[in-house]
Nanobody
């Protein structure tokens, strides 16, 4: 069983920055990919960014150039550095971890609110 705990959300003005963290604990062996999704009120959950255990990253077009995902495999922890935040980035952000067994674990979510 894997547990994910997110932190770092909050309220920020447009143009500001936030850094989200997601720490994995429990039976973390076999995690090969971690990432962040977000869900705004009334909208579907969408992928924000992902990173493999080898460091390969992918981003949603809407955040390219503004967000950076990184990972510390030793902990293991995944980070999302968010810059030039826009009101459209307001959402609950969820961490996700995928294992080679096919299992998927979600965090409880952390709220990011960007004021204009």
């Amino acid at each position: 069983q894997v547990q994910l705990v997110e932190s770092g959300g909050g309220l920020v003005q447009a143009g500001g920055s936030l850094r989200l963290s997601c720490a994995a604990s429990g039976f973390t062996r076999g995690i090969y990919s971690m990432g962040w999704y977000r869900q705004a009120p009334g909208k579907q959950r969408e992928l924000v960014a992902g990173i493999s255990d080898g460091g390969t990253t992918n981003y949603a077009d809407s955040v390219k150039g503004r967000f950076t995902i990184s990972r510390d495999n030793a902990k293991p922890t995944v980070y999302l550095q968010m810059s030039s935040l826009e009101p459209e980035d307001t959402a609950a952000y969820y961490c996700v971890a995928l294992k080679i067994t096919g299992s998927t674990t979600w965090g409880q979510g952390t709220q990011v609110t960007v004021s204009s």
